[in-house]
T-cell receptor, first 110, second 117 residues
Framework: RKEVEQDPGPFNVPEGATVAFNCTYS??????FFWYRQDCRKEPKLLMS???SGNEDGRFTAQLNRASQYISLLIRDSKLSDSATYLC???????????FGAGTRLFVKA | DTEVTQTPKHLVMGMTNKKSLKCEQH?????MYWYKQKAKKPPELMFV???????INESVPSRFSPECPNSSLLNLHLHALQPEDSALYLC????????????????FGDGTRLSIL
């Protein structure tokens, strides 16, 4: 089993749609969690950190469920500019090891 | 614009060459990282430095040699690379390592695209 697993994708959605990504992690001692986006041939950029209480930033909502060891990202009112690969990132026990999920590709179409 | 600067942006080298990749940040971050990313794959952690000391080496071959001359700079020295080492090499930094559950997001440079002939 991979340490961090994501929906395989790709997700093809129309503009204005709501789309949800899920991610699971295997190490229950993992301590911090993030969503990054990566555009083609660009570096990963931090989208948002993920907290147990859930957090929202505009059209984006992230949730963490420690009991079930999964993280989610909800994008509302999708824009063409949201097209990218979304990477789930987990910092392992002790915070030393950063593990990326394989990423989920999102295509938003007009 | 990224606050982590990597040079060069592109590098083509032969298998017998020696070259270095450079990374610089001026955010006062004390943790710095090297990643390797192949096409359509996620970044893979190679090395982690914390307070200028090597904290993690993810079983990386010795043909890759990291160096942290000071808290703002991180180098990756390359020697006798193989064609399969062709990839995007990403540098990142964070305020500190994420100890005790503290939230320490990493900020990435835009990478060096390396091709080995």
């Amino acid at each position: 089993r991979k340490e961090v697993e994501q929906d395989p994708g790709p997700f093809n959605v129309p503009e204005g749609a709501t789309v949800a990504f899920n991610c699971t992690y295997s190490n229950s001692a993992s301590q911090s969690f993030f969503w990054y986006r990566q555009d083609c041939r660009k570096e990963p950029k931090l989208l948002m950190s993920v907290y147990s209480s859930g957090n929202e930033d505009g059209r984006f909502t992230a949730q963490l469920n420690r009991a079930s060891q999964y993280i989610s990202l909800l994008i509302r009112d999708s824009k063409l500019s949201d097209s990218a690969t979304y990477l789930c990132v987990v910092n392992g026990a002790g915070g030393f090891k950063t593990i990326f999920g394989a990423g989920t590709r999102l295509f938003v179409k007009a | 614009d990224t606050e982590v600067t990597q040079t060069p942006k592109h590098l083509v080298m032969g298998m017998t060459n020696k070259k270095s990749l450079k990374c610089e940040q001026h955010m006062g971050h004390r943790a710095m990282y090297w990643y390797k990313q192949k096409a359509k794959k996620p970044p893979e952690l190679m090395f982690v430095y914390s307070y200028e000391k090597l904290s993690i080496n993810e079983s990386v071959p010795s043909r890759f040699s990291p160096e942290c001359p000071n808290s703002s700079l991180l180098n990756l020295h390359l020697h006798a690379l193989q064609p399969e080492d062709s990839a995007l090499y990403l540098c990142a930094s964070s305020q500190d390592l994420a100890r005790g559950g503290s939230n320490q997001p990493q900020h990435f440079g835009d990478g060096t695209r390396l091709s080995i002939l």
